[in-house]
């Protein structure tokens, strides 16, 4: 039996994973735009993890923080944290396509608006 082989990186499963339960998760809540959005930056996420899994670290590690930040949004607790909405993920999202020259997966609806801050480092995109 000939089957196709695979090379896939450790991670790389692992990231696509946790994509899909979050939207799943998403689904029973959203609907409309929003479910529109969170299904747009689920594919365009899935995408960025597929064409990196050979790509640098730097690269793979881009990816790995647009995942983290769409699937750990944080609950709000009093006043002190804030729950992250799918816009800012958005944003995330298609920083990280435009750094990679994915220009083909950008979430945006307005791709062709280039976003001001495509040369800030993701390092710190968690923190906010």
């Known amino acids: 039996m000939a089957g196709e082989q695979r090379t896939v990186e450790p991670?790389?499963?692992?990231l696509i994973r946790k994509v899909d339960?979050?939207?799943a998760a998403l689904r029973?809540?959203?609907?409309?735009?929003e479910l529109e959005l969170a299904?747009?930056?689920a594919r365009c996420l899935r995408e960025l993890v597929r064409c990196t899994?050979?790509?640098s670290a730097a690269d793979r590690g881009q990816v790995r923080v647009?995942?983290?930040?769409?699937?750990?949004?944080?609950?709000?607790?009093?006043?002190?944290?804030?729950?992250?909405s799918l816009a800012a993920a958005?944003?995330?999202?298609?920083?990280?396509?435009?750094?990679l020259g994915r220009l083909d997966l950008l979430a945006e609806l307005h791709r062709d608006c280039p976003?001001?801050?495509?040369?800030k480092p993701l390092n710190n995109a968690l923190l906010y």
């Open 53 to 55: 899994a050979q790509a």
């Open 28 to 33: 029973g809540g959203l609907h409309g735009p």
């Open 39 to 41: 299904e747009r930056l």
């Open 115 to 119: 976003a001001p801050d495509d040369t």
């Open 11 to 14: 991670g790389t499963d692992v």
């Open 66 to 84: 647009a995942v983290h930040y769409f699937v750990l949004r944080r609950e709000s607790r009093g006043r002190l944290l804030s729950v992250r």
């Open 90 to 99: 958005e944003r995330v999202v298609d920083r990280v396509a435009r750094q």
């Open 21 to 23: 339960s979050h939207l």
